[in-house]
């Protein structure tokens, strides 16, 4: 049995040299880089202490992205695209130093598409990563809007994932910021939303070569695909873009497994076909599985035809890893 793991951050060893010296880097303030890891000891270890984590967990191969903590659409363009290329290079470093543990996803500056098409590009050709991981919106911007369509056009044409993961606030956040429901319902609530931005407003017909991966079991998406289907059936706004109903697009993503509930992965394998599931565990925070190799082992009602296609054949289709 093999396991990879598409779903798993990583954070550039540079960040943390610049907070023990008490210096910024790229605009970011020593005490912002502790903030955004001193939750979860483990993201500032080192990649030896990872693969011994990995070794612990059964886990053959990490697919690194840098930390949704890094995405910074707010600032500067110009200053966060260098921030991204630095943390573009050392994941691809690490995948040349380790080829049989690790692969990556490329960090983008999404408010600045131009930029963020040349950064794909360069990652993906010059620096061998896969695509990149990006979050549910831009500074409120959705994906519909016709700004983004360079990008999605490029991602299509090298072959690339893109990874959609929240970074900060939810769509929970303005209403109820406690008890970290932000993350356990406004998390799930954005990717359905995503999941509608792209459908609804005609991406995914546009580019249907289009590789979109759907983190945390695609949230809240398949559970209210119906009630999208009936908006779609009675609501000609619903119908400008797409001439079919949206859950027949639930088959053109990906998802990763990480649903914390085996019925609710039962459900999403049903709705989307088991070739669209891959193993994901948002390693190394404190959302992950403990030991989310023996949780996917141990459920009764996947089969074991099912998670094998789960824990690695699902990759060989998706990133043409082997």
Not at 90 to 96: A, C, D, F
């Given at each position: 049995m093999r396991t990879i793991d598409f779903h798993a951050h990583i954070s550039p060893e540079a960040c943390f040299e610049a907070m023990r010296q008490d210096k910024s880097w790229h605009g970011i303030s020593p005490d912002e880089i502790f903030n955004g890891h001193k939750y979860n000891p483990r993201t500032m270890w080192t990649p030896e202490q990872r693969m011994d984590d990995m070794d612990s967990l059964g886990v053959d191969v990490h697919v690194l992205s840098t930390g949704a903590?890094?995405?910074?659409?707010?600032?500067?363009?110009?200053?966060?695209?260098?921030?991204?290329?630095?943390?573009?290079?050392?994941?691809?470093?690490?995948?040349?130093?380790?080829?049989?543990?690790?692969a990556g996803l490329a960090n983008l500056p999404m408010q600045d598409v131009r930029a963020s098409v040349a950064e794909l590009e360069r990652s993906v050709t010059q620096l061998g990563l896969k695509g990149a991981m990006i979050g549910d919106h831009v500074n409120g911007k959705t994906y519909d809007d016709p700004g983004f369509l360079p990008l999605w056009q490029a991602a299509e044409q090298l072959g690339a994932v893109i990874f959609i993961h929240q970074g900060g606030g939810t769509v929970v956040s303005p209403r109820l910021d406690r008890y970290h429901l932000p993350n356990t319902i406004g998390n799930l609530a954005d990717r359905a939303v995503t999941f509608a931005s792209?459908?609804?407003?005609?991406?995914?017909?546009?580019?249907?070569?289009?590789?979109?991966?759907?983190?945390?079991?695609?949230?809240?998406?398949?559970?209210?695909?119906?009630?999208?289907?009936?908006?779609?059936?009675?609501?000609?706004?619903?119908?400008?873009?797409?001439?079919?109903?949206?859950?027949?697009?639930?088959?053109?993503?990906?998802?990763?497994?990480?649903?914390?509930?085996?019925?609710?992965?039962?459900?999403?394998?049903?709705?989307?076909?088991?070739?669209?599931?891959?193993?994901?565990?948002?390693?190394?925070?404190?959302?992950?599985?403990?030991?989310?190799?023996?949780?996917?082992?141990?459920?009764?009602?996947?089969?074991?035809?099912?998670?094998?296609?789960?824990?690695?054949?699902?990759?060989?289709?998706?990133?043409?890893?082997?």
């Open positions: 903590f890094f995405y910074f659409y707010d600032r500067d363009a110009a200053q966060v695209t260098s921030m991204d290329r630095e943390c573009n290079n050392y994941v691809s470093q690490l995948t040349r130093e380790h080829p049989t543990r690790f792209f459908v609804f407003g005609g991406v995914m017909d546009k580019y249907p070569n289009l590789k979109v991966c759907l983190a945390h079991g695609g949230g809240y998406t398949c559970f209210g695909a119906g009630r999208m289907d009936r908006g779609w059936q009675v609501r000609s706004e619903a119908r400008v873009h797409i001439q079919h109903p949206p859950s027949t697009y639930l088959n053109r993503f990906y998802y990763d497994c990480l649903t914390h509930s085996e019925k609710a992965l039962r459900m999403l394998i049903d709705m989307v076909g088991i070739d669209k599931v891959v193993f994901g565990t948002d390693w190394p925070f404190d959302m992950c599985m403990d030991w989310p190799v023996a949780w996917l082992l141990k459920m009764e009602s996947i089969t074991q035809e099912e998670k094998d296609a789960i824990l690695w054949k699902n990759f060989e289709k998706l990133l043409g890893l082997s």
